[in-house]
């Protein structure tokens, strides 16, 4: 059982979002719907909260109402092994979202992700202080991540 579970606050689309999530990943579902009854404060029969998992990680989606928004002090990191997978990922997050730095992104909800390559660490550190530092520089004029730039930045 996992230890502790992500409570993601939406105004009224947690199970669109949550729908949407559970499309994009492999071993992924949605659970239980929970709907708000006659005491509020949503709509009675109105989504509460939506529970989901995303590649076998649980979370809960809340529609709490407009009182709270994301913001990038929280995000979402996606390790990808290959191009496809940060291309493909890329696009759908994006669509109605907004794009950022270094593998950064917002979905059409606000939520912040990180699509980066699984291999980044390796990539912008290592034994030699030079091939990171190319990387490194590579990486910060990146929106979303080319693997082959970042490679062959690395390698001078």
Same mark, same amino acid.
Do not use: H
């Given at each position: 059982?996992?230890?502790?579970?992500?409570?993601?606050?939406?105004?009224?689309?947690?199970?669109?979002?949550?729908?949407?999530?559970?499309?994009?990943?492999?071993?992924?579902?949605?659970?239980?719907?929970?709907?708000?009854?006659? $005491?509020?404060? @949503?709509?009675?029969?109105?989504?509460? /909260?939506? !529970? #989901?998992? %995303?590649?076998?990680?649980?979370?809960? $989606?809340?529609? @709490?109402?407009?009182?709270?928004?994301? /913001?990038? !002090? #929280?995000? %979402?990191?996606?390790?990808?092994?290959?191009?496809?997978?940060?291309?493909?990922?890329?696009?759908?997050?994006?669509?109605?979202?907004?794009?950022?730095?270094?593998?950064?992104?917002?979905?059409?909800?606000?939520?912040?992700?990180?699509?980066?390559?699984?291999?980044?660490?390796?990539?912008?550190?290592?034994?030699?202080?030079?091939?990171?530092?190319?990387?490194?520089?590579?990486?910060?004029?990146?929106?979303?991540?080319?693997?082959?730039?970042?490679?062959?930045?690395?390698?001078?």
């Amino acid at each position: 059982m996992q230890a502790i579970t992500p409570f993601l606050w939406f105004d009224t689309e947690a199970e669109d979002a949550a729908r949407f999530y559970v499309s994009l990943f492999p071993d992924s579902q949605l659970g239980a719907i929970a709907r708000y009854g006659e $005491a509020g404060p @949503g709509a009675a029969g109105s989504v509460m /909260t939506v !529970a #989901f998992e %995303l590649n076998g990680m649980s979370f809960v $989606a809340l529609n @709490g109402g407009p009182v709270y928004q994301f /913001t990038e !002090a #929280f995000s %979402l990191q996606v390790p990808c092994d290959d191009q496809a997978e940060i291309d493909r990922l890329w696009a759908a997050l994006t669509e109605g979202g907004e794009e950022s730095r270094c593998g950064w992104l917002k979905d059409r909800w606000g939520l912040s992700w990180q699509i980066i390559p699984s291999r980044l660490p390796q990539l912008i550190g290592g034994d030699d202080p030079q091939k990171a530092r190319r990387a490194l520089e590579a990486m910060f004029a990146m929106n979303k991540f080319d693997i082959a730039a970042l490679e062959r930045a690395r390698e001078g």
